[in-house]
């Protein structure tokens, strides 16, 4: 795990807010999601309840031991990655945007925003080439229902 460097964003940046989580996002006919054992989901879910509320340090605390136990699990490290952008911590963000587009499914809502989240890290740190083939593998991830006669 890559060391974490600098002060927490006090708030969630809502504009990053609207990139990471836009309005408009399409619904795939596919969702895969891979398990995660009880005690990851339990961390999983007090990680979430403490990033809703800006507890940052505390959600990455949570993170990072369900990644101790499971690190298989893709929602683990996207949140991670996503904390991490709210951080300005993009190195960081970009660090686990890959391990969730490594770990995650290739179909879906979670395989699209890992690769948008790989894609917005990737922008802010100047990886251009990463942030390119991330928007090409984020735009495969939607399965849409084929047009019938």
């Known amino acids: 795990m890559p060391k974490r460097q600098g002060e927490p964003a006090a708030v969630k940046d809502v504009s990053l807010d609207k990139q990471i989580n836009p ?7 596919i969702e895969t999601l891979p398990l995660m ?11 979430q309840d403490f990033y809703q ?10 993170l990072e031991r369900a990644y101790e136990i499971q690190p298989e699990a893709p929602q683990i490290s996207q ?17 686990w945007a890959g391990i969730a587009t490594k ?12 690769w948008r989240i790989l894609a917005i890290a990737a ?3 100047g990886y251009y080439a990463h942030q ?8 495969k991830c939607i399965v849409k229902e084929p047009i019938t006669y």
Do not use: M, W
Request: aromatic share 4%; glycine share 4%.
């Open 132 to 139: 390119a083939k991330a928007l090409e593998e984020k735009d």
């Open 23 to 29: 309005d408009n996002q399409e619904n795939s006919l």
């Open 123 to 125: 922008e802010k740190t």
């Open 103 to 114: 770990n995650g499914p290739s179909k879906g809502k979670t395989c699209e925003k890992s």
């Open 53 to 62: 509320k800006n507890a940052f340090d505390k959600a990455i605390a949570s």
């Open 79 to 95: 949140l991670l990655a996503e904390i991490s952008l709210h951080q300005g911590q993009n190195k960081q963000a970009h660090y």
């Open 37 to 47: 054992n009880n005690a990851v989901r339990s961390l999983f879910n007090q990680a």
